[in-house]
């Protein structure tokens, strides 16, 4: 991928959105349900697109949130629905759209107060607590009414232009593929009939019937039973934090002033247009924590804390800077706090395993050998922690681009979707146990097992190739050798459940690679880890290709 000259610069007027003309086309444009490009396309992260493109509009998320409706009616679920949003710009007026369908259609809503934006993770916690207080009713709790579920309006880290609007079910996670397909295709049948069959009323009657939650108060208050912040309090560490501009701001600021924290929240700007940020790798406004581009304001300011932290758009990401090792790559980061963890989690049943993504280091590998830990390796989605999470035979899940969720300290369900706010709060436990920042503790584990090399690369793909891809089988690759090791296991099927992965994964004693169409773009992705360096890892790259290509020409 080639890098923006101006990656890692401040933004540039005309990088700027006009928001004003993006949010007139999210009410008037009314998108082609013929065209494929302005469909609903609801896959686990949801629906995704910009209302300048036709593909993230007010019929879309009117559609679709009567989908949800329908889904949730047949299911069963009569509880309240938690809603939230991002600070995107489309966001608000998707919160609107939404909210007009869901109290037409009788849904119990919970909103934040004033327009307040609320994290992923956040909405998570809050349909896993109302799930739980209503089980416990019948031991003589207060009672709870019906099972809840949730929407968050959010496009993650996805540059200012876009929207997004995903739902979790009542287990708090990412909503399966069974689920998203039903609500995907009920969507587009109402787009097809011009929207009959969508029931609504008045915003202004809608903003009324919704019942405003305290989300901040409820999480932040519970944040103890995940993290031990008094260890952060009593140790001292100096914390810098970056929401970069998204839904985090208000809890960094709570969690600051409740738990007497040494935290400084070094941007507090909150701009439809990010004018903020410096621009990503390809010179695009992004808001992803990972990438040393979009966190260039952060890791200028990395020698003056202990660790410094950021949260993308939604907060289900994560990224960590610490002074010695500058922006972690997230593969390292999951690595040294999968060693903490389950060093340091006594409550934490003995048989608790260690969840990744197929497409995640295999240093994650060698630390649950290290500590005796077994690892259940999944296809690429948190969907696939969900089940582990809740009913803790999984302590940790983690995906390679900086997303996490992990057990209570005393070993029960926090989150089941990614929880970024938690990851980076661990970062500075991990520095006030230790007196070692996280960077450190990592390069402790590659004096132990290895020190790995690790790259994404985009090849090109046309729409029939990634067809092949997806559907390729090892015999299929007629590969016996990979950068001079003997291979060891072909994958087409995620080892830890099973599953379908969407592509293959290579492995040898001491290499491996990984091949996925993109889901948005004429590409496929390879990822692929060398533990013999980066010389080795372009070996295993160039090879991987030839492989992928081969098949793919052979259909």
């Not at 969840?355 to 077994?374: E, F, N, P, Q, Y």
């Not at 922690?385 to 926090?414: H, M, P």
Request: charged share 20%; aromatic share 6%.
């Amino acid at each position: 991928m080639p890098i923006s000259p101006r990656a890692g610069q401040p933004a540039a007027p005309e990088d700027l959105i006009d928001v004003n003309a993006l949010l007139a086309a999210y009410q008037d444009v009314h998108p082609d349900p013929t065209d494929p490009a302005q469909r609903v396309s609801f896959g686990t992260s949801g629906h995704r697109g910009s209302a300048l493109r036709g593909s993230f509009n007010a019929d879309h998320i009117l559609a679709t949130t009567q989908a949800i409706c329908d889904f949730r009616a047949a299911a069963g679920v009569d509880g309240p629905l938690f809603l939230g949003i991002d600070t995107h710009a489309l966001s608000a007026p998707a919160l609107a759209s939404a909210l007009e369908v869901l109290v037409a259609n009788g849904v119990a809503v919970r909103i934040a107060p004033d327009g307040e934006a609320t994290p992923t993770p956040v909405i998570s916690h809050a349909i896993l607590g109302h799930n739980r207080d209503r089980g416990a009713a019948a031991a003589g709790a207060p009672s709870v009414r019906g099972l809840a579920d949730g929407i968050v309006v959010t496009p993650s880290h996805n540059p200012p232009a876009d929207g997004g609007f995903k739902y979790n079910p009542t287990h708090g996670g990412p909503a399966d593929t069974a689920a998203t397909k039903v609500i995907q295709d009920r969507a587009n049948a109402l787009l097809e009939a011009g929207l009959a069959g969508v029931a609504r009323v008045p915003y202004a009657q809608a903003r009324a019937a919704a019942v405003v939650h305290d989300y901040v108060g409820a999480y932040v208050a519970d944040l103890g039973d995940v993290i031990d912040l008094d260890a952060i309090r009593a140790a001292g560490v100096r914390i810098g934090v970056d929401p970069l501009g998204g839904a985090s701001l208000v809890y960094w600021q709570a969690i600051a002033e409740r738990y007497k924290l040494d935290l400084e929240v070094v941007n507090t700007t909150v701009d439809p247009t990010f004018s903020f940020m410096t621009t990503d790798w390809d010179g695009k406004i992004r808001m992803d924590p990972s990438s040393p581009y979009a966190m260039a304001s952060l890791l200028r300011l990395a020698g003056s804390f202990d660790v410094a932290v950021a949260n993308d758009a939604d907060a289900d990401r994560h990224g960590i800077v610490t002074p010695g090792a500058g922006l972690l790559n997230p593969n390292h980061y999951l690595s040294a706090a999968i060693a903490y963890l389950f060093g340091h989690r006594a409550g934490w049943p003995a048989g608790t395993a260690i969840g990744k993504t197929l497409v995640s280091s295999s240093m994650i590998d060698r630390v649950g050998a290290g500590i005796g830990r077994a690892v259940v390796e999944v296809p690429v989605g948190f969907k696939w922690f969900v089940d582990g999470l809740t009913d803790g035979t999984l302590g940790f899940g983690g995906e390679e681009s900086a997303g996490a969720s992990f057990l209570r300290r005393g070993g029960g369900v926090w989150t089941t979707d990614k929880d970024g706010l938690i990851a980076c709060l661990l970062a500075a436990e991990m520095t006030a146990v230790t007196g070692r920042d996280p960077g450190t503790l990592y390069r402790e584990l590659t004096e132990l097992h290895g020190a790995p090399a690790y790259r994404r690369v985009d090849a090109p793909a046309t729409a029939a190739q990634k067809k092949i891809l997806a559907a390729l089988t090892p015999a299929s690759l007629d590969a016996t050798t990979l950068a001079g090791s003997p291979v060891t296991a072909a994958l087409s099927h995620a080892p830890g459940n099973g599953a379908a992965i969407g592509g293959v994964k290579v492995v040898t004693g001491d290499a491996w690679f990984a091949a996925r169409p993109s889901g948005t773009e004429d590409v496929y992705k390879i990822y692929a880890e060398s533990f013999r360096g980066p010389e080795h890892l372009d070996e295993v790259i160039t090879q991987a290709q030839v492989i992928v290509d081969a098949a793919l020409a052979r259909g």
